[in-house]
């Protein structure tokens, strides 16, 4: 490497013109148990991959590492779902992407390189049963709590099919932001708001009911570029959606969830999305998408849910690199 | 022999989910005195992580809200999945409402009163709970009779053996690489290394055969996992089958290791020694000498009757001192073994054997080879940690008496580093500098090395009244001949932080001359630092010849000139560099010059070659004497050495020496060669979250 011309190069630039940097934002994941959580970070690598933005990811951590290839290979070459979770598992994984960057290096003289952005995401994926009032007491939760209150976004799926069967989603998020709000409230300057980004996600867009919803409501758009033709729902959308599956809520008080949230958080920090982790089911013949037939999962006879064809990802890696782009500029 | 059963009574609750409800709970458990909030709690606070592998055993304790000393309960929980293996309660469905497999955990526990006197074990109690099919309703507490599995003695597992010391410096233990064993297996290890220890620290004690290795935040004191856990504290990780790898950190619990291993080990020899032996005449005594000696080799069992009569050729052998006769040798070889299985007493032993080797006769120089080569093989340069550290500081010094000789010089030192960091990558840890101390550094070098590792801050201090001045110093650093570059780093800031702390206490005059006379070490310094570092050295060797209150202008114009170009060395880059940052620019063309001058001047070039170079280099004359001026007084302390203040120059002009940062600053460190320049350090625009050593990129 040379080292002549004085101030050429600018600290921590080397000579090949790249440069990392990294970062190392937490997110949590909240949302009812069987909402779809840790089914949406098993799908985080293959939706990657799947994305033409070219992120990677990959992780220091042996134990992270070693789960996120056991949770990709179960849903994407066992399709199998993963087990239901007990306790709090933290992950630690790294996102990583390359981008073109222009800088002056001089008075006159500028320069552009190619910088590797690394995101070290910590992401904690608590069993949904943590935000049962029974569980108040408990270790774990009071855990999830300071992890919560710790991170910088959070990623809360809401599972509407449950919403429709059981309609708890607003208790439940009611007593966990209530108890995180304790544990922020000690914070001088604490102003009454939560200031995390919040990427809420209306889960399982393959179901045929959330699908026949968002159909008849004329939220459905195509991108012309998908081979297989699937639809989505834009995120100008998404709030609207989940307050309409909201109204069906079995309890009446689904439909306050974003009202909640809107009102413990700062609105500005929340965005909508409707997700599917396995995506819709690809028609064997036809190779694309089937109107008639959207699910991608079936129950075999023990009551087992498998996933019926190739997984693929609805809006999985928006919402994460949504929060990244928010933390990143807002800290 | 099997003893005779205990009854229990077990109080239990069933935890899993129902179809009806997705949610974990307490399906039904036991009316006896713990509540179903009891069981929830307990079982809540040692989740494993969703498993794919189970059945799997937790244990644990239960202390009831009114603390009644021995009032508490033992807790053994199995983990278990309806759809493989045993099922353990009856009437439970497969999957959840979302089709996921459910795992179920029965809980079990014991009063803690009714297990201890008989020293139930975790294994006692899993055989008997095991066996348990739980209802789905509450019902009455279970009776039961647990079989001790008889009056035992410990299983000797050198990973146990390890792993029981380590519990009791209370940092948790995670056992990697035993994903090939059955529960069972696992079970029985954790009872192991429970039998290694007092029986009453079951009642607090908390472990699993299997935990998810991202479930950070469990409780555990001893587990089994996949990977290491990722948590703020870390675990101490432990590898399955691998016992020798274990470290013990703390020396009280290094003790304790010792303890058990000088009790056990005995008690496990025994089952080694398994040729055929006959009882008879004076078996006793022969059966004491035969465990002596087989604790002194064990790698080969004696027999116990006498050798058959031995092959007369080979006799005549025996008596001839063999290669490996030479006991110093062979006590060495025990030594090192000894040392490998952590045995205190037998170390002990060994060194006072070797002092008594040592006393009694001079070593010579094939043997001292032998003996560090042996040493380096085996490590024991390094393997005392575990011992007390004054019986580790003697172990090395008679060591070091052995295989380098009393005192040691720089050689040896240099030969103790190599071995060292051969066997292990390190460089000379403490003890063994202690032992170094103690013995007595051969020479400076050594003793500078030894005290700036050892006791930095006293050095200084020591230095001056022991007569090792400035000069000597620098004319040590002139000598060069570094066996590692790093050594004459080391000497070098020590010096240079002696002639700082020291300044005004010696003679200017001296300095000048022992400096100006090794060409300001110029030369010598490229073996030993980066250019930045030359320069830093040198200009704080110039600081030290002129200081900066005594010669506020700067070096004069003779100076430079006797220093760039009238050194016996050639100057370097950096001796110019560090020259420029004390004069005024008006000065540096001069400096230049002189810098030509003396760097071609000082080339060893035969006649032909010089020929007419002189003409083409730049005229350095001795300056006729500087006029006189008799109205400005001279610098304190300057009188009549060379450079004495010319024209007074606006401090701002001069580099000052002092305004480069001390040698600690992190600048120094040795790295890539990249540029340091002040205005390099400009911040890019990253945002807040980025890490600080986001840029660092070496
Ligand atoms: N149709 C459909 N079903 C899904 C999707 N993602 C998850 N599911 C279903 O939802 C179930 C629960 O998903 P999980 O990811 O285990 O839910 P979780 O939020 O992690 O639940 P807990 O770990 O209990 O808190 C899965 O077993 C699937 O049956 C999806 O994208 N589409
Ligand atoms: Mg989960």
């Avoid at chain 2, 079990?108 to 006692?124: G, K, Q, V």
């Avoid at chain 2, 004054?390 to 005192?407: D, M, S």
């Avoid at chain 2, 030369?523 to 010849?545: F, K, M």
């Avoid at chain 2, 600048?667 to 945002?687: I, M, T, Y």
Wanted: aromatic residues 8%.
């Amino acid at each position: 490497m040379a080292t002549t011309g004085m101030g050429s190069a600018k600290a921590g630039v080397p000579d090949d013109g790249k440069r990392t940097y990294r970062s190392e934002p937490g997110i949590a994941m909240l949302g009812a148990t069987g909402a779809g959580k840790t089914t949406f970070l098993g799908a985080l690598q293959i939706a990657l991959l799947q994305d033409e933005r070219g992120w990677t990811i990959w992780s220091k951590d042996p134990a992270s590492r070693r789960e996120m290839i056991k949770m990709n290979t179960a849903l994407t070459s066992e399709g199998e779902f993963p087990l239901p979770s007990t306790g709090i598992d933290t992950f630690d994984w790294i996102l990583g992407s390359r981008r073109e960057r222009t800088e002056r290096t001089g008075r006159l003289r500028s320069r552009s390189f190619e910088e590797s952005v690394q995101v070290t995401l910590k992401l904690t994926d608590a069993s949904g049963e943590l935000a049962r009032s029974d569980q108040m007491d408990l270790d774990d939760r009071r855990q999830l709590v300071e992890q919560v209150a710790g991170s910088q976004g959070i990623l809360y799926m809401f599972d509407p099919i449950r919403e429709f069967n059981r309609g708890d989603a607003y208790d439940k998020l009611f007593g966990l932001l209530m108890d995180i709000i304790a544990t922020e409230a000690e914070h001088p300057g604490f102003d009454g708001r939560l200031g995390h980004h919040v990427a809420v996600c209306v889960t399982k867009f393959d179901e045929p009911r959330i699908y026949k919803t968002a159909e008849s409501l004329r939220m459905l758009v195509w991108d012309s570029h998908d081979a297989a033709g699937f639809p989505r729902v834009h995120d100008s959308d998404a709030r609207d959606l989940m307050h309409r599956l909201c109204r069906l809520s079995r309890s009446g008080t689904g439909q306050a969830v974003p009202q909640l949230l809107e009102r413990y958080f700062y609105p500005d920090r929340i965005k909508y999305f409707v997700t599917s982790s396995v995506g819709f089911m690809v028609s064997e013949r036809t190779q694309r998408f089937d109107p008639q037939d959207t699910e991608n999962v079936y129950r075999i006879e023990s009551g087992e849910a498998l996933i019926r064809g190739p997984v693929n990802p609805i809006n999985v890696v928006e919402p994460v690199l949504w929060l990244v782009e928010q933390m990143a500029l807002n800290g | 022999m099997t003893a005779t059963p205990i009854p229990v009574r077990a109080q239990w609750a069933l935890h899993g989910k129902v179809l009806d409800d997705e949610g974990y709970q307490v399906i039904a458990c036991s009316t006896g005195d713990l509540s179903k909030a009891n069981f929830t709690d307990a079982l809540g606070r040692f989740a494993l992580g969703a498993l794919d592998t189970l059945p799997q055993v937790s244990l644990s304790y239960l202390q009831p809200a009114a603390r009644v000393s021995g009032g508490g309960y033992l807790a053994l929980a199995i983990h278990w999945s309806p759809g493989n293996g045993k099922r353990h309660a009856a009437g439970v469905g497969h999957v959840d409402n979302q089709g996921r497999p459910t795992t179920f955990t029965s809980y079990f526990c014991a009063p803690y009163a009714s297990l201890a006197p008989r020293c139930l074990t975790y294994l006692d109690m899993y055989q008997a709970f095991g066996d348990v099919t739980l209802p789905t309703r509450d019902g009455p507490p279970l009776d039961l009779l647990l079989a001790p599995a008889g009056q035992r003695a410990p299983g000797i597992d050198a990973l146990a053996m390890r792993v029981a010391p380590l519990l009791l410096t209370g940092v948790p233990v995670c056992v990697l690489g035993a994903e090939e064993t059955g529960v069972d297996e696992r079970l029985r290890f954790i009872d192991t290394v429970m039998a290694l220890l007092p029986y009453g620290f079951r009642a607090r004690m908390t472990a699993a055969t299997w935990t998810r290795a991202t479930n950070r935040n469990h409780r555990f004191r001893l587990f089994f996992s996949s990977e290491p856990r990722a948590a703020d504290k870390p675990d101490e990780v432990v590898h399955w089958g691998e016992p020798e790898r274990v470290k013990i950190p703390s020396k009280a619990a290094r003790a304790y290791y010792g303890w058990l291993n000088d009790k056990f080990k005995p008690l496990a020899s025994l089952t080694q020694l398994n040729r055929e032996y006959g009882f008879g005449d004076a078996a006793d005594t022969r059966t004491l000498d035969l465990v002596l000696r087989f604790s002194r080799s064990p790698q080969e069992p004696p027999a116990l009757e006498p050798p058959p009569p031995a092959d007369p050729a080979r006799t005549t052998d025996r008596a001839r001192p063999a290669q490996g006769a030479d006991p110093v040798t062979r006590i060495l070889v025990e030594c090192a073994e000894h040392a490998r299985t952590l045995s205190v007493n037998l170390v002990r032993q060994d060194i006072s054997d070797l002092q008594a080797r040592l006393k009694s006769g001079q070593v010579d120089d094939r043997h001292r080879e032998r003996y560090r080569r042996l040493i380096t093989q085996s490590g024991l340069l390094s393997s005392g940690s575990w011992l007390q550290r004054n019986n580790e500081v003697r172990l090395y010094e008679t060591l070091l008496a052995l295989a380098f000789g009393l005192p040691v010089g720089y050689p040896a030192f240099c030969q103790i580093e190599d071995s060292l960091a051969g066997a292990s990558g390190q460089g000379v840890h403490q003890a063994l500098l202690a032992a170094i101390a103690r013995v007595g550094p051969g020479d400076l070098r050594t003793r500078i090395l030894v005290a700036a590792e050892l006791e930095p801050r006293k050095l200084l201090k020591s230095l001056g009244s022991s007569g090792a001045d400035g000069h000597a110093l620098i004319r040590e650093l002139a000598l060069g001949g570094w066996h590692r570059r790093q050594h004459g780093r080391t000497f070098c800031d020590v010096t240079l932080g002696y002639l700082r702390e020291r300044q005004g206490r010696y003679s200017i005059a001296e300095v000048q001359r022992v400096l100006l006379r090794c060409g300001y070490l110029a030369q010598p310094l490229r073996d030993i630092g980066s250019e930045q570092y030359q320069v830093h050295a040198i200009a704080q060797l110039l600081v030290a010849a002129f200081p900066l209150d005594a010669y506020p202008a700067g070096l004069d114009k003779t100076v430079v000139n006797a220093i760039l170009a009238s050194a016996p060395d050639a100057p370097t880059q950096a001796l110019l560099a560090a020259i420029l940052r004390r004069i005024p620019v008006s000065e540096a063309r001069g400096a230049w010059e002189a810098f030509v001058y003396g760097s071609v001047a000082r080339m060893n070039l035969d006649d032909e070659t010089h020929g007419d170079l002189w003409l083409r280099l730049p005229s350095i004359e001795p300056e006729p004497p500087a006029a006189a001026q008799p109205d400005e007084p001279a610098a304190p302390g300057a009188t009549g050495a060379p450079g004495a203040p010319t024209q007074p120059v606006p401090a701002m002009e001069l580099l000052a020496a002092e305004a480069m940062p001390p040698e600690q600053d992190p600048r120094w460190q040795e790295r890539p060669k990249q540029p340091w320049f002040p205005w390099s350090g400009s911040e890019l625009d990253v945002p807040p979250w980025v890490n600080p050593g986001a840029h660092d990129l070496s």
